[in-house]
């Protein structure tokens, strides 16, 4: 797309025919849909309107009501790590799309036609420019779709009212749910008004346990020394904490290298992949306490 709307578009749009995955096989199945939530408009990729390839388009005032069916495309390691229209950070792990006249940011659900297969997905950029597509999804996005192999698939999109979307997330108890807990809360007071009183004492408190929290695991070592070196290695290379942990009997330890916490769940995923790339052995995810 253009510069002058920055991002992944305008004639990049045509080179996604060329694009690929991640070269390597990536497991989207846990990865959570985007979140709708109620975003502010920014300036920042709403250019209205806007040329690419010598055609204008007219951004829509609103994306409440959007319903289209067409062709949907993906795009992934050729714009990996650059920005995206509103000058986000694109990645293709991450549940990302691209549409030509969505106000941005906006949420959508994206349904695959051929199988039925849904998700959520955040347009953060511009696109596609190319004859008779609709909207352009993330490597990942079309990966749960399951078209990330045929490049294109037929879709519906839909758009989500954030903020509707959040309170239908919590819901209200139902009547009948608020009248049975009544039903259960009379026979007490019932008894409480005719029984002696009792002295109260406070039922002992169990400590709390600290949650466990998601850490990479990249390497196992039978020495400490080894451990060190790619702890160093690794901390040159994230932001995230790098930790070197003892397991095992004393007189046979064995070292394992981790990082985190992670508690996001699409750094994870970016950073293992980054990590196989560089040619790491297959990192993979532990949930433990932060101190153990």
Not at 220 to 247: D, G, H, N
Not at 276 to 290: D, L, S, Y
Request: charged residues 20%.
């Amino acid at each position: 797309m253009l510069a002058s709307l920055s991002g992944c578009q305008s004639g990049d749009s045509f080179a996604r025919l060329k694009d690929s995955g991640p070269g390597h096989e990536v497991d989207v199945s846990q990865l959570a849909d985007a979140v709708p939530r109620v975003d502010p408009i920014t300036i920042a990729g709403n250019k209205n309107p806007y040329t690419v390839n010598g055609r204008t388009y007219q951004l829509m005032p609103s994306a409440k009501g959007y319903s289209e069916e067409g062709m949907a495309s993906w795009y992934g390691n050729k714009f990996h790590g650059r920005k995206t229209s509103n000058g986000e950070t694109y990645s293709m792990y991450g549940m990302t799309a691209a549409h030509k006249t969505l106000p941005i940011p906006a949420y959508v659900r994206v349904t695959n036609l051929a199988n039925g297969r849904q998700i959520i997905v955040r347009v953060n950029d511009r696109g596609p420019f190319h004859a008779g597509r609709i909207i352009d999804l993330s490597y990942a996005g079309a990966k749960k779709l399951g078209y990330h192999q045929h490049g294109t698939a037929r879709v519906r999109v839909d758009a989500i009212d954030p903020a509707n979307f959040q309170r239908n997330s919590v819901s209200a108890p139902t009547l009948s749910e608020q009248v049975n807990k009544l039903e259960q809360i009379q026979p007490l007071l019932a008894v409480s008004s005719v029984a002696p009183l009792m002295p109260l004492v406070a039922a002992p408190v169990a400590a709390k346990k600290p949650a466990a929290q998601p850490f990479l695991q990249v390497g196992v070592y039978s020495s400490m020394s080894s451990a060190k070196q790619l702890q160093e290695q690794l901390s040159a290379i994230t932001t995230y904490p790098v930790s070197v942990r003892r397991f095992g009997e004393i007189k046979t330890p064995v070292f394992k290298v981790w990082i985190g916490p992670i508690v996001d769940q699409l750094q994870m995923v970016a950073l293992r992949e980054q990590l196989i790339e560089q040619g790491r052995h297959k990192p993979f995810v532990v949930n433990a306490v932060r101190d153990i």
